[in-house]
């Protein structure tokens, strides 16, 4: 099993920046593909961004340039670096992990999920 704890959610203007962290503990040998999901009220859960063992990445096309996620092994962390944030980025921010090594591919593991509010 893997336990994953976000971190790092809050409320920011629009325009401005947050950055979101996931640490994972447990079976963290086992662990693959990385990744950030997030779902608004009244809405599916949606993918935002994974990254491979590797440091491959993909984004959805609503974050590519403003987002930025990466990852330190040696930490068992994932970060999401979250810029130029707009109103509909507005979602509970959701870390998923996999034992498959695939950015295309949703994991088994998610954490509790961190709120993001962005509004003035």
């Known amino acids: 099993q893997v336990q994953l704890v976000e971190s790092g959610g809050g409320l920011v203007q629009p325009g401005g920046s947050l950055r979101l962290s996931c640490a994972a503990s447990g079976s963290i040998f086992s662990i693959g593909v990385l990744g950030w999901y997030r779902q608004a009220p009244g809405k599916q859960r949606e993918f935002i961004a994974a990254?491979?063992?590797?440091?491959?990445?993909n984004y959805a096309d609503s974050v590519k340039g403003r987002f930025t996620i990466s990852r330190d092994n040696a930490k068992n962390t994932v970060y999401l670096e979250m810029n130029s944030l707009k109103p509909e980025d507005t979602a509970v921010y959701y870390c998923?992990?996999?034992?498959?090594?695939?950015?295309?591919?949703?994991?088994?593991?998610w954490g509790q999920g961190t709120q993001v509010t962005v509004s003035s």
């Open positions: 998923n992990a996999g034992e498959r090594d695939s950015i295309y591919m949703k994991g088994n593991y």
């Open positions: 990254i491979s063992r590797r440091r491959t990445t």
